[in-house]
Protein backbone atom coordinates (compact mmCIF):
# COMPACT_ATOMS: atom_id res chain seq x y z
CA UNK A 1 0.00 0.00 0.00
CA UNK A 2 1.27 3.42 -0.79
CA UNK A 3 -0.15 6.83 0.07
CA UNK A 4 0.47 10.19 -1.11
CA UNK A 5 -0.64 13.70 -0.11
CA UNK A 6 0.32 16.86 -0.60
CA UNK A 7 1.31 19.04 2.38
CA UNK A 8 -1.38 21.78 3.54
CA UNK A 9 -0.65 24.99 1.44
CA UNK A 10 0.89 23.79 -1.40
CA UNK A 11 -1.60 23.08 -4.30
CA UNK A 12 -1.98 23.17 -8.06
CA UNK A 13 -5.31 24.92 -7.91
CA UNK A 14 -6.57 28.33 -6.84
CA UNK A 15 -8.77 26.99 -3.53
CA UNK A 16 -6.29 25.83 -0.71
CA UNK A 17 -6.83 25.04 2.25
CA UNK A 18 -4.60 25.89 5.18
CA UNK A 19 -1.63 28.09 5.16
CA UNK A 20 1.80 27.49 4.43
CA UNK A 21 3.85 26.49 7.08
CA UNK A 22 7.44 25.16 6.45
CA UNK A 23 8.42 24.35 10.13
CA UNK A 24 5.12 22.44 10.42
CA UNK A 25 4.69 20.19 7.22
CA UNK A 26 6.14 17.11 9.19
CA UNK A 27 3.00 17.36 11.18
CA UNK A 28 1.12 16.37 7.77
CA UNK A 29 3.26 13.62 7.62
CA UNK A 30 2.59 12.40 11.21
CA UNK A 31 -1.09 12.38 10.52
CA UNK A 32 -0.21 10.05 7.20
CA UNK A 33 1.71 7.77 9.62
CA UNK A 34 -1.35 7.72 12.10
CA UNK A 35 -3.57 7.36 9.18
CA UNK A 36 -1.39 4.07 7.81
CA UNK A 37 -2.08 2.90 11.40
CA UNK A 38 -5.50 3.39 11.73
CA UNK A 39 -6.04 1.58 8.53
CA UNK A 40 -3.76 -1.69 9.91
CA UNK A 41 -0.89 -1.21 8.45
CA UNK A 42 1.88 -2.09 10.36
CA UNK A 43 4.92 -1.26 8.34
CA UNK A 44 5.92 2.18 7.70
CA UNK A 45 8.23 3.53 5.35
CA UNK A 46 8.79 7.41 4.93
CA UNK A 47 9.66 8.35 1.11
CA UNK A 48 10.13 12.17 1.11
CA UNK A 49 12.00 14.03 -2.17
CA UNK A 50 13.36 17.48 -1.59
CA UNK A 51 11.18 19.65 1.20
CA UNK A 52 9.20 16.50 1.69
CA UNK A 53 12.80 14.94 2.65
CA UNK A 54 12.80 17.21 5.41
CA UNK A 55 9.50 16.52 6.19
CA UNK A 56 9.79 12.85 6.51
CA UNK A 57 13.27 13.11 8.65
CA UNK A 58 11.51 15.30 10.70
CA UNK A 59 8.71 13.33 11.37
CA UNK A 60 10.92 9.95 11.95
CA UNK A 61 12.15 12.18 14.79
CA UNK A 62 9.31 12.90 16.75
CA UNK A 63 8.89 10.12 19.48
CA UNK A 64 5.73 8.71 19.15
CA UNK A 65 6.33 8.04 15.76
CA UNK A 66 6.70 4.25 14.65
CA UNK A 67 8.57 4.12 11.44
CA UNK A 68 10.49 0.97 9.38
CA UNK A 69 12.65 3.83 7.96
CA UNK A 70 13.34 6.90 5.85
CA UNK A 71 14.40 7.42 2.31
CA UNK A 72 15.59 10.83 1.25
CA UNK A 73 15.67 11.96 -2.30
CA UNK A 74 17.33 15.43 -2.76
CA UNK A 75 16.87 16.69 0.31
CA UNK A 76 18.49 19.80 1.41
CA UNK A 77 20.47 19.46 4.97
CA UNK A 78 20.20 23.60 6.11
CA UNK A 79 17.33 25.46 4.69
CA UNK A 80 17.62 27.81 6.94
CA UNK A 81 20.86 29.00 5.89
CA UNK A 82 19.71 28.73 2.11
CA UNK A 83 16.01 29.71 1.27
CA UNK A 84 14.49 32.62 1.71
CA UNK A 85 11.34 31.60 4.79
CA UNK A 86 12.42 28.55 5.54
CA UNK A 87 12.74 28.08 10.08
CA UNK A 88 15.91 26.68 11.61
CA UNK A 89 13.95 23.97 12.81
CA UNK A 90 13.38 22.33 9.82
CA UNK A 91 17.63 22.33 9.89
CA UNK A 92 18.71 18.54 9.82
CA UNK A 93 21.64 19.32 12.54
CA UNK A 94 24.38 16.46 13.14
CA UNK A 95 22.52 15.74 16.41
CA UNK A 96 19.17 15.62 15.68
CA UNK A 97 20.48 12.66 12.54
CA UNK A 98 22.56 10.65 15.04
CA UNK A 99 19.64 10.67 17.11
CA UNK A 100 17.68 8.89 14.61
CA UNK A 101 17.74 4.83 15.10
CA UNK A 102 15.70 3.89 11.80
CA UNK A 103 17.08 3.23 8.65
CA UNK A 104 17.89 5.72 6.47
CA UNK A 105 18.38 6.01 2.64
CA UNK A 106 19.79 9.23 1.36
CA UNK A 107 19.85 9.37 -2.67
CA UNK A 108 20.93 12.59 -4.52
CA UNK A 109 22.40 13.87 -8.29
CA UNK A 110 25.77 14.48 -8.13
CA UNK A 111 25.18 17.24 -10.25
CA UNK A 112 22.04 18.41 -8.89
CA UNK A 113 22.78 22.14 -8.10
CA UNK A 114 20.61 24.68 -7.15
CA UNK A 115 21.52 28.42 -7.70
CA UNK A 116 19.41 32.32 -7.45
CA UNK A 117 18.77 31.52 -10.78
CA UNK A 118 16.36 28.41 -9.70
CA UNK A 119 15.27 28.81 -5.87
CA UNK A 120 14.96 31.76 -3.97
CA UNK A 121 17.73 31.57 -2.01
CA UNK A 122 19.17 33.84 0.51
CA UNK A 123 21.63 36.61 -1.02
CA UNK A 124 25.11 35.20 -0.09
CA UNK A 125 24.32 31.98 -1.06
CA UNK A 126 25.52 30.82 -4.87
CA UNK A 127 24.25 27.25 -4.34
CA UNK A 128 22.90 24.18 -3.21
CA UNK A 129 24.91 21.20 -3.88
CA UNK A 130 22.70 18.04 -2.72
CA UNK A 131 25.20 15.38 -3.16
CA UNK A 132 27.12 17.67 -0.84
CA UNK A 133 24.05 17.46 1.95
CA UNK A 134 23.40 13.63 1.27
CA UNK A 135 26.91 12.86 1.82
CA UNK A 136 27.10 14.81 4.91
CA UNK A 137 23.65 13.43 6.37
CA UNK A 138 25.05 10.11 5.77
CA UNK A 139 28.18 10.42 7.47
CA UNK A 140 26.45 12.14 10.75
CA UNK A 141 23.50 9.89 10.83
CA UNK A 142 23.50 6.60 13.09
CA UNK A 143 23.48 3.04 11.76
CA UNK A 144 21.75 1.51 9.86
CA UNK A 145 22.35 4.00 6.91
CA UNK A 146 22.96 4.13 2.84
CA UNK A 147 24.48 6.78 0.75
CA UNK A 148 23.50 6.59 -3.43
CA UNK A 149 25.26 9.30 -5.22
CA UNK A 150 23.64 9.36 -8.76
CA UNK A 151 25.33 11.21 -12.00
CA UNK A 152 22.68 13.16 -12.91
CA UNK A 153 21.23 16.90 -12.70
CA UNK A 154 17.85 15.73 -11.39
CA UNK A 155 16.17 16.43 -8.73
CA UNK A 156 13.86 15.20 -6.07
CA UNK A 157 11.07 12.77 -7.72
CA UNK A 158 12.90 12.88 -10.90
CA UNK A 159 15.53 10.69 -9.67
CA UNK A 160 13.14 8.00 -9.91
CA UNK A 161 10.75 9.01 -12.75
CA UNK A 162 12.29 11.37 -15.45
CA UNK A 163 15.96 9.69 -16.15
CA UNK A 164 16.54 6.74 -18.82
CA UNK A 165 15.17 3.34 -18.27
CA UNK A 166 18.43 1.75 -16.83
CA UNK A 167 19.00 4.36 -14.19
CA UNK A 168 15.10 4.55 -13.09
CA UNK A 169 15.01 0.67 -12.80
CA UNK A 170 18.47 0.83 -11.04
CA UNK A 171 17.40 3.73 -8.43
CA UNK A 172 13.97 1.61 -7.86
CA UNK A 173 15.74 -1.58 -7.48
CA UNK A 174 17.64 0.58 -4.51
CA UNK A 175 14.86 1.13 -3.27
CA UNK A 176 12.50 -1.88 -3.11
CA UNK A 177 15.42 -3.60 -2.25
CA UNK A 178 16.10 -0.78 1.13
CA UNK A 179 12.32 -2.30 2.19
CA UNK A 180 12.88 -5.51 1.74
CA UNK A 181 15.97 -5.66 4.13
CA UNK A 182 14.11 -3.69 6.53
CA UNK A 183 10.30 -4.09 6.35
Known sequence: MALTFTFRGFCD????????????????????????????????????????????????????????????????????????GEPEENDLTPERLTMMDEPKLFVAGTQDVQTPASAPLKAGIESVRFADDARAMFEASSEPKHLELIETSSHGTLLVTFLNDEIIEARIGLILDFLETYR
Not at 59 to 83: C, H, K, N
Request: proline share 4%; net charge negative.
Open 13 to 84: RDECTGGRDLGANWRDVVAAVDYLAAEGVDTIFLVGASMGGLAVLRAAQQPDIEVAGVISLSTPQWPSRYYT
